[in-house]
Every structure is written in C-alpha cells, then in structure tokens.
C-alpha cells in the first residue's frame, strides 16, 4: 500500500479531513450492462432527491466547497468533480461510458457524494503521496481540461509532482485500458468516518462483483 501523509499546510485548512484509499489489482475493461444499469438506478435515485441548487448542501459536497473556500479556491468556477458529476445528471445531460475503472470511480462519486481520484498505481513515482495545497505557477494537466491553476487547490504529489485534485485528475496517473494496478482515493471532507468507510466498503464490493478483483482500504 503507498503511505498517504496528510502535511501541516493540508490540515490547517482541513483539520477535519478523512481519507480512504483503496488498492486492488485489476484488469479494465468495457464497461459491463450491469455495471451502467446501477449507474443508471444511482442516476435516476439522485435525481428524485436533489437539484442543481439542493446537491450543494450534500454533506459531502457542502464540506469539500468549505475545503476550498477556507484554502482561497471559488468552489463554484473550480467545481469539485463530485459536484460536477451531479449537476450533470440534474442538468438532464448523460454520462459518457469510459471503461470499467473509470465508470466505477464515477458511480462511487455520485452515489457517496465524495470526490475520488481514480489512478493507475503503476504510474505513482514513489511510494508516498503527500495530500497538500497547490503552489502558484505549478505544472498541472487535468483530465479532460487541459492545464489547470491548482494555486490553492488540496493536491496529492507523488516524487514528481501532482497526480489529483478533487476538480480533476491528472494526465499522469490515469486509468487506461492497460491499468492493472488501481488505487482510489476516497476525499471526505465532512469528517465522517462512517461514511467515508460505507464508501471504501462499497468499492470493494463494485471491485469484486465487475472486476473480479480483491480490494484492501485503509483510512488516512
């Protein structure tokens, strides 16, 4: 398992902050009918309790726009990816299909509230992820976004610089068709032990039951 450290600049911020990251050996593939079915029964749930309005006050949600308001982001042009994924749903827009791993972290998000970060461990350079703040200037590129300001974003850093922010993942660390090494991360701003470790629980049920594949967490 990578140690995952927590740094006095991080907790300052989020003294409340917890954590779950799991491991697993995976092998991706298309995603599964069944899997998209439960997306779609999360989807259809989310949208008979929530509004683009209401999902803020997700204790979840609610907390990790706390996070980045206390660290100077605007949690509203800097979405967390939790938020994002759900006012997608509420906004009547669909989902796009990427592949087993990344649809699986998705339909975690969406249906725990929690930002998560989805990366191939294989690609971490390093054995320690260091949760932090971004830097001013510092080199970033986000999934699906291109060059991203993470001045004052929470950031994981491997030996080499970041690899996740709860906005987006990077380029670096990301799930492909030839991951076989996954680490998930679990960002639960709200502090809630109980919850974050209902979601680390469900992971490794989502992993066994679509990837055949034996999930371990641990909490930091």
């Given at each position: 398992m990578i140690e995952i450290q927590?740094?006095?600049?991080?907790?300052a911020i989020c003294p409340h902050f917890i954590g779950a990251a799991v491991l697993a050996k995976v092998t991706n593939s298309p995603?599964?009918?069944?899997?998209?079915?439960?997306?779609?029964?999360c989807c259809q749930n989310l949208r008979e309790t929530y509004t683009t309005e209401t999902i803020k006050q997700h204790s979840g949600i609610a907390a990790t726009r706390a996070a980045y308001r206390a660290a100077g982001k605007d949690p509203s042009r800097y979405r967390p990816a939790c938020e994002q994924l759900a006012r997608r749903i509420l906004q009547g827009k669909q989902l796009y299909s990427v592949s087993t791993?990344?649809?699986?972290?998705?339909?975690?998000?969406l249906r725990c509230g929690y930002s998560t970060a989805a990366l191939d461990?294989?690609?971490?350079?390093?054995?320690?992820l260091r949760l932090s703040l971004g830097h001013e200037g510092e080199p970033y590129e986000g999934i699906g976004r291109g060059p991203l300001n993470v001045e004052h974003l929470p950031i994981y850093r491997d030996a080499l610089g970041g690899i996740a922010t709860p906005t987006s993942d990077s380029t670096r660390t990301a799930i492909t068709p030839q991951t076989h090494q996954l680490l998930l991360l679990i960002n639960g701003?709200?502090?809630?032990?109980?919850?974050?470790?209902?979601?680390?629980?469900?992971?490794?049920?989502?992993?066994q039951r679509h990837c055949g594949a034996e999930g371990q967490y641990v909490f930091y």
């Open positions: 927590q740094t006095p600049e991080f907790q995603t599964s009918p069944q899997l998209w079915e439960e997306i779609e029964t791993l990344v649809d699986l972290g998705n339909l975690i998000s461990a294989d690609r971490i350079v390093g054995n320690t701003y709200d502090g809630s032990r109980k919850a974050v470790e209902t979601a680390a629980k469900y992971t490794c049920e989502l992993l």
